[in-house]
């Protein structure tokens, strides 16, 4: 007799992140998942198994649809916390993000512990959540956390509403702060790091994109799709235990690149020609959101929990413009 697949619901899955998770959880017999988000969400298409996966749309921050979606998962043995507000548009309107990035989780939580105690939560924060004053070098786990933004301000309180939960025995709970994805498939996000991904895309296409700074040198903190998906399962299936009750977050691994070095690899694998569709023009918003992150961070803790880690922009950029030709 097969076993019974372990519900797995995923909110935000009309994103990014959350379908590139279900692409490989669907492959695995072992998994059903509850896909949810504002817009009705897609099954990702070419998984084996489909037929495992339920589409649920609805406004996370209504109570009585987080009960039908908890009750559409019984019994339920993981949930990836996606859906948010991007930080360029957490900036714009702080009374949305409140609503979204805080308040909808804490309550999602809440009914997590009042219907799945101790159930295992993967919520995805960011390292937005630090800020100036930042040290000369990488930042490491000592560093205090100075979020500069809403948007890290507001995945930082979560953080900290999570680490107690946990500790009480609530859930049994990961925080990942995620690096900026590179390259993303897709459309431009609200996110000030769009660009990253944009400057690589939209070339690829035929379209321009605008690079939000003059200063080629700035580095981002960047992390392939690829890896990620990795990284997700691993901690999905991560003994609790290897982190301290009261300290719940992960800094998931990535590598520091340069603006110049994402343009040398674009024209390295996609040609010289792709360069004219980028315009550097400076937008002092979204810039001053960008120089509050730090460009590097230490990943020695991951790496010892088993997590895995890119190799090179190049490699990032190849993996995107390789997948085109497939």
């Known amino acids: 007799?097969?076993?019974?697949?372990?519900?797995?619901?995923?909110?935000g899955a009309g994103g990014f992140i959350g379908p590139l998770l279900a692409a490989r959880l669907l492959n695995d017999p072992g998994y059903r998942l509850?896909?949810?988000?504002l817009v009705e969400p897609v099954v990702p298409a070419g998984v084996k198994y489909p037929q495992n996966a339920t589409t649920l749309k609805g406004d996370i921050c209504d109570p009585a649809f987080v009960s039908s979606l908890l009750a559409a998962a019984r019994p339920l043995?993981?949930?990836?916390?996606?859906?948010?507000?991007?930080?360029?548009?957490?900036?714009?309107?702080?009374?949305?993000?409140?609503r979204v990035n805080v308040n909808s989780v804490r309550e999602l939580l809440l009914a997590l512990r009042n219907t799945y105690p101790g159930v295992r939560v993967i919520y995805s924060s960011s390292q937005a959540v630090y800020?100036?004053?930042?040290?000369?070098g990488m930042v490491t786990d000592s560093v205090t956390p100075t979020p500069e933004g809403t948007y890290g301000a507001h995945k930082l309180l979560t953080e900290t509403f999570i680490n107690d939960m946990h500790r009480r025995g609530f859930i049994d709970a990961f925080s990942l702060r995620f690096p900026t994805v590179s390259v993303r498939p897709g459309r431009p996000t609200s996110a000030a790091s769009s660009f990253l991904s944009g400057m690589i895309r939209e070339p690829m296409k035929g379209e321009e994109c605008v690079v939000p700074l003059r200063d080629r040198a700035f580095k981002s903190f960047l992390v392939s799709p690829d890896i990620l998906q990795e990284n997700l399962i691993r901690v999905l299936n991560m003994d609790s235990?290897?982190?301290?009750?009261?300290?719940?977050?992960?800094?998931?691994?990535?590598?520091?690149?340069?603006?110049?070095?994402l343009m040398d690899a674009?024209?390295?694998?996609?040609?010289?020609?792709?360069?004219?569709?980028?315009?550097?023009?400076?937008?002092?918003d979204l810039e001053r959101i960008l120089r509050s992150w730090?460009?590097?961070?230490?990943?020695t803790t991951a790496m010892k929990l088993g997590l895995a880690k890119d190799e090179s922009a190049d490699?990032?950029?190849?993996?995107?413009?390789?997948?085109?030709k497939a």
Do not use: C
């Not at 800020?131 to 000369?136: C, E, N, T």
């Not at 235990?241 to 070095?261: A, C, M, T």
């Open 266 to 284: 674009l024209a390295k694998y996609g040609g010289e020609e792709k360069l004219k569709y980028l315009r550097e023009e400076t937008n002092p």
């Open 315 to 324: 490699a990032l950029v190849k993996q995107y413009i390789d997948s085109l």
């Open 77 to 98: 043995s993981a949930i990836f916390i996606f859906h948010g507000i991007m930080s360029a548009g957490s900036e714009a309107d702080w009374d949305l993000s409140l």
């Open 34 to 37: 509850i896909l949810t988000d």
């Open 241 to 261: 235990s290897k982190l301290p009750k009261h300290i719940r977050h992960i800094n998931v691994p990535g590598i520091s690149v340069s603006i110049q070095e």
């Open 131 to 136: 800020g100036q004053p930042l040290p000369s």
């Open 294 to 299: 730090a460009p590097e961070i230490d990943t």
């Open 1 to 11: 007799m097969a076993p019974i697949p372990k519900n797995i619901i995923v909110t």
